[in-house]
């Protein structure tokens, strides 16, 4: 057993304050005034939170800044979906619309508000560790994950940083993902059943 994370949320708090930041910094680097306005009216986040519930407000503009999705995947609603999963072959148009749906309801749910923060709250864990992190991901925080695993008291730790993903790097980078979790991954976990 081993646990993996991809997209790793650290330190909810702290992870909110560097998206919104980034929000800031990339539309005045674009001078994009309808972005500045809207961003500086909800404002930085609380302990995590956003004025009136707008976190996916600001998630609307960290997609349009390539915060969320990297390069030819990022910056437009269009070039998104068919890197979204329920937009593969597999899944019906019904199954696009239980994925919005689904992830809305998550949002909303006491957990999914709950602001954690494993720097402080999870010290050590009895199973191999291995984070996959997008380099341009500002949904959550590859730094804050490098961080969290270097203290981290486990008994193994890896850390791999995609070059070319956001937030999704077993989507952006699908093919160097699987190779990973195939060739490392899993024989590191077989090496542990064995």
């Known amino acids: 057993m081993a646990y993996v994370g991809i997209g790793q949320v650290i330190n909810a708090a702290d992870n909110e304050t560097i ?6 910094e990339q539309a005045e680097k674009k ?17 995590g939170f956003y004025k009136d519930d707008k976190l996916l407000l600001q998630r609307n503009y960290l ?8 390069g030819k995947y990022g910056n437009s609603v269009i070039n998104t979906l068919p890197k979204i999963p329920c937009m593969f072959k597999e899944y019906s148009f019904f199954t696009m619309l239980n994925y919005i749906s689904a992830n809305e309801y998550c949002l909303s749910q006491p957990l999914g508000q709950e602001k954690v923060d494993f720097l402080k709250e999870v010290k050590s864990l009895n199973v191999p560790v291995i ?17 969290w695993l270097e203290q981290l008291d486990a008994p193994y730790k890896k850390f791999y940083l995609f070059e070319k993903s956001g937030h999704t790097p077993q989507w952006e980078e699908s093919e160097k993902w699987n190779a990973l979790f195939v060739n490392e991954i899993l024989q590191y976990a077989k090496g542990i059943l064995s």
Do not use: H, Q, W
């Open 31 to 47: 001078n994009d005034k309808r972005a500045l306005k809207a961003l500086k009216e909800i404002g930085p986040p609380i302990n």
């Open 63 to 70: 997609n349009k800044f390539g915060g969320i999705l990297y």
């Open 19 to 24: 998206s919104y930041n980034f929000c800031i």
């Open 131 to 147: 984070l996959t992190m997008g380099k341009y991901d500002y949904n959550t925080v590859s730094s804050l994950a490098k961080k």
